[in-house]
């Protein structure tokens, strides 16, 4: 069992900066995929971004593309995400996942971790 913690969420301005990070109780955490999902109001969870175990292989949604990236530190058994450029489209609650396998890892089912997430709100 792999329990994920995410922090560092907020309140920010349009145009502002946020780090997210999500701590990882596993010291098998080197092994796994990880990623980062949100979901908006009224709207279904959706990818965000992705690492490879390595930290050296990353994806990312267009939407975030350029201003979000996503980070590891497998020593700290942690993850980031840090956010620049904040719109208020990037409003939603973020959550951390693990997949054991890189296969689809743009596909939620194949996570088989969740954090609680946290929330990131962007006014105009």
């Known amino acids: 069992q792999v329990q994920l913690v995410e922090s560092g969420g907020g309140l920010v301005q349009a145009g502002d900066s946020l780090r997210l990070s999500c701590a990882a109780s596993?010291?098998?955490?080197?092994?796994?995929?990880m990623g980062w999902f949100r979901q908006a109001p009224g709207k279904e969870r959706e990818f965000v971004a992705t690492?490879?175990?390595?930290?050296?292989?990353?994806v990312y949604a267009d939407s975030v593309k350029g201003r979000f990236t996503i980070s590891r530190e497998n020593a700290k058994n942690s993850v980031y995400l840090q956010m620049n450029s904040l719109k208020p489209d990037d409003t939603a609650v973020y959550y951390c996942a693990a997949a054991p396998t890189g296969r689809a890892v743009l596909i939620q089912a194949n996570y088989n971790y969740w954090g609680q997430g946290t929330r990131v709100t962007v006014s105009s």
């Open positions: 596993t010291r098998t955490f080197s092994t796994y995929f």
């Open positions: 690492i490879a175990p390595s930290g050296i292989n990353t």
